[in-house]
C-alpha cells in the first residue's frame, strides 16, 4: 500500500495490511505558492507516527487535507482504507482531530462541548453521555465536565480537545501541533496520554510536531521540509542514514536548518 | 491520481468502530441536526449581552427614531393597511428583518472569523454531508432570529404598536423564510468577503446600504417621489421583499410577489453558502492558514 518515495515505512507491519492513514502522492498550492509536493506517508494500524517539521514546512496545509476542508487535487488520502474524496462520510467517522488552535465553544461546558461533537458525529444521547465520561476520565478531566471551558488552562483545554476527538471512537487521531503555548508539565502529560491512548485503544496517531523532546528512539518520524518529505522511517534509521549523532543533527543535515532548541518555544510558534 | 484501484480497494462494509454503528442513518441526521440547534440555543443562553444588544437596537428604532418622525411621515391608506396609520407601526416590519440580517451576519461571521474560526472546523469534520450541515447550521441561527423577532414584537406592543391578533401567527413562516434568506446571505458573505473581518464594517457596508434602500423605513412610493434611481435600487434589494413579506403577512395578507422572490433568494443564497464552502471549489483552499 506504500506509495512511491517512501523510505523506511515499509516495515513488515505494514505488509498486506490497510494502513490507518495513508497519503500518497500529495501535493498542493495555494495560488503560485507551493505548500505540499508530492508527500507520501503512512500511519500503520495503532502505530504512532511523527510528523516532524518547522513552521511552514506543511503541516497544516496537510491537516487541513486529510480533515478534508480542502479538496485533496493531485494525490490521494485515505482513512481505514476509505478514500476521503470519495468517501468523506465514512472517512471522517474514522478521524479524530485536534487542530493547531483553540477550537473548543468557551462558553458551554466541557461535557456540553463533547455532546455537541457526539451530536455531530449523529450518536443517540446515551451513548454520548457514557462516551464523553469515560473519554474524559481517559485524559483524567472527569471532576471538571460541568466547569465552563473558558475556566480551564491551556493543557487542560488541550486534554478536552483530545478527548473530544476520542467521543467518536476513531480509528485514527490526528494533532496538530498540539503542545504549542503549553508549559513543560502539562506538555508532558498530553504526550504521555496520547500515547497511552495509542497503546490501550489501538488508536493510529499521526503527531505532528517541530519540538524534538517529543519523539521516542522507537518512534517513526516523518521529516517534512518546505512541503517535501525529506525521510521517514525509524528515528534510528534516519539518524544512521545521516551519518548524524542524534536527531537534531541529522535534521540539520537533512534540511540545512536549525530545529529550535527546546527552552525557546514555550511560547508557541 | 489513483482512480483505477481506489474504489476497489475500499472496504465494503464500515470497520466495527466508528460510523458503523452510530453512522449516517436518517436518525443520525436528526441527532446531528438537533445538535447544531442545542449548541446555538445553548450559547445564545450564554451570551445575554449579544441578546440583550439584538433587542435593543430595534427597540431604538421604534422609540427614539419613530417617535421623531411620527408626526413627520404619516403613512397613508396602502396594502396591507385598511386605514391611516402611525409611522411606529409601519417600521416594525422593516425592523424585524434588521432583526434576522443582523443575527444571520453576526452568527455567519462570528463562526468563520475571530477566535471562533476552529467552531467551524470542528462543524466541518462531521461526517455528515456539507450542505446538511450548513443547512443545519442556517436552520439553527433562524429559529434564534425568530425567538428574537417575538420578543421585539412583545416589546413593540407593549410600547403601544398597534399589531393585529392574528399576525402573530400568520407572521410566523414569512419570519421563518426571511431568516433562512438572510443567513444564508450572511453565510455567503462570510465565506467571500475577507476585508470585513470585523463587525463594523459589516454593518456600514453591507447591513446599512441593504437596510435604508429598502422598503423597511419609508414606503417605496416616497422613494419614488424622491429619486426614482433610489426606487429603482430598493427594488432590486431583496432585503426590500423579506420587509414586505413580513409586512404583509403581519396583517394575514398573501403577498406573491414577496414571497417568490424571498424563496428564490433563499435558495440561491442557500446554494451560494454551500458551493462557497464546498472543499473542491470553494475559497477556503485559496487562503493559506485558514484555521490557524
Known amino acids: ?269 | 491520481m489513483s482512480a483505477g484501484t481506489s474504489a476497489a480497494a475500499e472496504p465494503a462494509t464500515l470497520g466495527t468502530r466508528g460510523a458503523g454503528h452510530h453512522g449516517l442513518t436518517l436518525s443520525g441526521y436528526a441527532i446531528c441536526l438537533r445538535g447544531v440547534m442545542w449548541r446555538e440555543a445553548l450559547r445564545f443562553i450564554h451570551q445575554r449581552g449579544r441578546f440583550l444588544s439584538a433587542l435593543v437596537r430595534p427597540l431604538v428604532w421604534l422609540v427614539i427614531f419613530a417617535a421623531g418622525w411620527r408626526e413627520v411621515l404619516g403613512v397613508s391608506i396602502m396594502p396591507p393597511y385598511h386605514t391611516y396609520i402611525l409611522y411606529s407601526t409601519y417600521v416594525v416590519p422593516g425592523l424585524l428583518a434588521m432583526i434576522q440580517f443582523f443575527y444571520g451576519m453576526q452568527s455567519s461571521l462570528s463562526m468563520v472569523y475571530d477566535r471562533e474560526m476552529g467552531n467551524m472546523r470542528v462543524l466541518l469534520v462531521s461526517p455528515f454531508p456539507r450542505w446538511f450541515l450548513l443547512v443545519s447550521r442556517l436552520t439553527a441561527s433562524m429559529v434564534i432570529s425568530v425567538i428574537q423577532c417575538y420578543a421585539f414584537m412583545v416589546l413593540a406592543w407593549l410600547w403601544g404598536v398597534d399589531l393585529p391578533n392574528g399576525g402573530w401567527i400568520t407572521v410566523l413562516p414569512a419570519l421563518i423564510l426571511s431568516g433562512f434568506m438572510l443567513g444564508a446571505m450572511g453565510m455567503v458573505l462570510s465565506s467571500l468577503i475577507r476585508q470585513l473581518e470585523n463587525f463594523a464594517g459589516v454593518m456600514n457596508f453591507v447591513i446599512f446600504p441593504l437596510f435604508f434602500a429598502s422598503s423597511a423605513l419609508y414606503p417605496l412610493w416616497q422613494v419614488q417621489q424622491s429619486s426614482p434611481l433610489l426606487y429603482q435600487v430598493c427594488l432590486l434589494n431583496p432585503f426590500t421583499y423579506a420587509v414586505e413579506l413580513a409586512r404583509f403577512s403581519l396583517y394575514s395578507t398573501f403577498n406573491p410577489l414577496a414571497l417568490a422572490v424571498v424563496l428564490v433568494c433563499t435558495i440561491i443564497f442557500t446554494a451560494a453558502a454551500i458551493l462557497a464552502y464546498d472543499p473542491a471549489r470553494g475559497l477556503m483552499a485559496r487562503r493559506p492558514g485558514a484555521g490557524t
Open chain 1, 1 to 269: 500500500m506504500d506509495g512511491p518515495g517512501l523510505p523506511g515505512l515499509s516495515t513488515s507491519s505494514l505488509a498486506g495490511e490497510t494502513p490507518a492513514l495513508s497519503v500518497e502522492g500529495v501535493s498542493h498550492a495555494y495560488g503560485e505558492r507551493r505548500a505540499l509536493d508530492d508527500v507520501s506517508l503512512a500511519v500503520p494500524r495503532g502505530g504512532f507516527v511523527a510528523l516532524l517539521g518547522l513552521n511552514g514546512a506543511g503541516k497544516t496545509t496537510l491537516f487541513s487535507l486529510i480533515t478534508r476542508l480542502f479538496d485533496t487535487r493531485r494525490g490521494r488520502i485515505s482513512v481505514q482504507g476509505f478514500d476521503i474524496s470519495r468517501r468523506p462520510g465514512a472517512a471522517l467517522a474514522e478521524l479524530g482531530v485536534v487542530f493547531q488552535s483553540r477550537t473548543l465553544d468557551l462558553d458551554l461546558t466541557v461535557r456540553d462541548n463533547l455532546l455537541y461533537h457526539a451530536a455531530l458525529h449523529g450518536m443517540g444521547r446515551r451513548l454520548a453521555r457514557a462516551r464523553a465520561e469515560a473519554a474524559l476520565e481517559d485524559v483524567a478531566l472527569a471532576d471538571r465536565a460541568r466547569d465552563k471551558a473558558r475556566r480551564l488552562s491551556g493543557g487542560q483545554m488541550r486534554r478536552v480537545e483530545i478527548a473530544r476527538a476520542l467521543v467518536h471512537e476513531p480509528s485514527v487521531l490526528v494533532l496538530d501541533e498540539p503542545t504549542v503555548g503549553l508549559d513543560v508539565a502539562s506538555k508532558a502529560a498530553i504526550v504521555d496520554q496520547v500515547r497511552a491512548l495509542s497503546r490501550t485503544r489501538g488508536v493510529a496517531v499521526l503527531w505532528a510536531t517541530h519540538l524534538l523532546d517529543e519523539i521516542e528512539p522507537g518512534d517513526h518520524v516523518v521529516v517534512l521540509h518546505l512541503g517535501k518529505v525529506l525521510a521517514a522511517g525509524e528515528m534510528s534509521e534516519i539518524i544512521a542514514a545521516s551519518g548524524a549523532a542524534d536527531l537534531r543533527a541529522a535534521f540539520r543535515a537533512l534540511t540545512g536548518a536549525a530545529v529550535p532548541a527546546p527552552e525557546t518555544v514555550e511560547e508557541g510558534g
